[in-house]
């Protein structure tokens, strides 16, 4: 049996990362209960009677009753006010921590109101999900083998860290602790252009119709599905991606810019040999990619 690291865990957004943190937790003996808040209550209730909730509310305060670990689990675009919402409700001594994929903007945005509650923010970020969202996809396995990166700011106590890690560790995850500005301009690179140019790519195609106006993405092959995945994702979460870590994203879309003109300027002229050395350097950079394990 595992050690309880926390009695109670209040999970704010019970979607499929929220989810998953409830159900790999009450698999491992890690919690003693988990609370769910959401805006849907028959959604909360069904969330229940698959085992991922031991209760819940939608009723901000009753969710958060007792609580020792607090976990933001919606779209990070919700966490400032949210968060202010919670102040008032949150046990003294208790820990805030959030699952979303841009730190800087949510330090700025959370942290300020966890200190004014007298309550610890440790940051986090499991590099996991995918593109299904809702608690009906939620894993209790979700998190092993993946990533987390914690980035704590100066504000944040050892203990309160060391006890996230652990908990992350403990839910199988890989944990590394970053800066919050190294995080955001690490996976702006790894996540979130992948993501713009995947939703670019299927706007583009999707307006596109054969003479007998067949639908170009309907004659799509293995490819095509394989490059396209990440444009299923949820759009509301990455909008609030997008403009919350605009900077590195932008910074990234002229690097890739420039790199798809270059390709163009080859192509058009029949440079067959840049294009056979670029794609040969392709391949030699796909071997650093880690291996889907999921």
Excluded at 66 to 71: F, G, I, K, T, Y
Excluded at 175 to 198: F, G, I, K, M, N
Excluded at 212 to 231: H, P, Q
Excluded at 236 to 259: H, P, T, V
Aim: with cysteine.
């Amino acid at each position: 049996m595992s050690e309880i690291l926390y009695d109670r865990v209040a999970i704010i957004g019970v979607g499929l990362l929220g989810g998953s943190v409830a159900l790999a937790c009450k698999e491992r003996g890690l919690v003693s209960s988990v609370c769910g808040f959401g805006r849907n209550p028959k959604r909360l209730e069904q969330a229940k009677a698959n085992g991922i909730l031991d209760d819940f509310s939608v009723d901000l305060k009753t969710a958060l009753k007792d609580a020792d670990l607090v976990v933001l689990a919606t779209p990070i675009g919700l966490f400032r006010q949210i968060t202010e919402q919670m102040t008032e409700h949150l046990k003294k001594g208790c820990v805030v921590t959030d699952l979303g994929s841009v730190k800087s903007s949510v330090i700025k945005d959370v942290e300020p109101l966890t200190l004014k509650a007298g309550v610890d923010f440790v940051p986090s970020h499991p590099i996991a999900g995918g593109e299904n969202s809702g608690f009906e996809s939620s894993k209790a396995n979700l998190f092993e083998g993946k990533f987390c990166v914690v980035t704590p700011t100066k504000n944040t106590p050892l203990d309160a860290q060391t006890k996230i890690c652990k908990l992350w560790e403990s839910l199988g995850a890989k944990v590394e602790v970053r800066d919050p500005e190294e995080h955001d301009r690490l996976y702006a690179a790894t996540s979130h252009l992948p993501h713009v140019l995947a939703y670019v790519l299927l706007n583009t195609l999707g307006e596109m119709k054969t003479k007998n106006s067949e639908e170009y993405l309907a004659k799509g092959g293995n490819g095509l599905i394989d490059v396209v995945r990440l444009g299923a994702s949820e759009p509301g979460m990455w909008r609030d991606i997008c403009l919350s870590n605009k900077e590195f994203i932008l910074e990234l879309l002229k690097d890739y810019q420039f790199a798809l003109d270059s390709f163009k300027e080859k192509i058009a002229e029949g440079d067959g040999d840049f294009l056979h050395k670029a794609f040969l350097q392709a391949n030699d950079h796909h071997e650093k990619v880690p291996k889907r394990n999921d």
